[in-house]
C-alpha cells in the first residue's frame, strides 16, 4: 500500500502562484509514474501533467508554460508549481502514482480557489 499526501492548496486571486506538494510513503524510484489530476465540479478529472521515472514530462495543453511538476527523490516528493493561474484553474488537485505494473494509487485531493 502507498499513502500520498498531498498539501499547499488554496485561494489564490487570478495571475497568482501555487506550489502543491505530494510526499511518497515509498521511494518514488518504485513507481513507474508521477502525475497530478485535477476534478472540478460536474466535470471528469483530468491528467494535468505528470512525469516518468525516467524525467520526461507530459502536460495537458491548457496548461502548459504555466504549470511544472518536479519532483525530489531524496524527500519522496512530487511537485506541482502553479504559475499565472486563470478562474479555470479551480479544481480538487490529487496527486497519483502508478506502479510498474499499471496500479495507480491516489492522494486524498486539495482544493485550489482562484479569485478573478
Known amino acids: 500500500q502507498v499513502q500520498l499526501v498531498e498539501s499547499g492548496g488554496g485561494l489564490v486571486q487570478a495571475g497568482g502562484s501555487l506550489r502543491l506538494s505530494c510526499a511518497a510513503s515509498r521511494n518514488l524510484f518504485s513507481f513507474k509514474s508521477m502525475g497530478w489530476y485535477r476534478q472540478a465540479p460536474g466535470k471528469q478529472r483530468e491528467l494535468v501533467a505528470e512525469i516518468v521515472i525516467g524525467g520526461d514530462t507530459n502536460y495537458a495543453d491548457s496548461v502548459k508554460g504555466r504549470f511544472t511538476i518536479s519532483r525530489d527523490n531524496d524527500k519522496n516528493t512530487v511537485y506541482l508549481q502553479m504559475n499565472s493561474l486563470k478562474p479555470e484553474d479551480p479544481a480538487v488537485y490529487y496527486c497519483?502514482?502508478?506502479?510498474?505494473?499499471?496500479?495507480?494509487?491516489w492522494g486524498q485531493g486539495t482544493q485550489v480557489t482562484v479569485s478573478s
Open positions: 497519483s502514482v502508478r506502479s510498474y505494473v499499471g496500479v495507480p494509487y
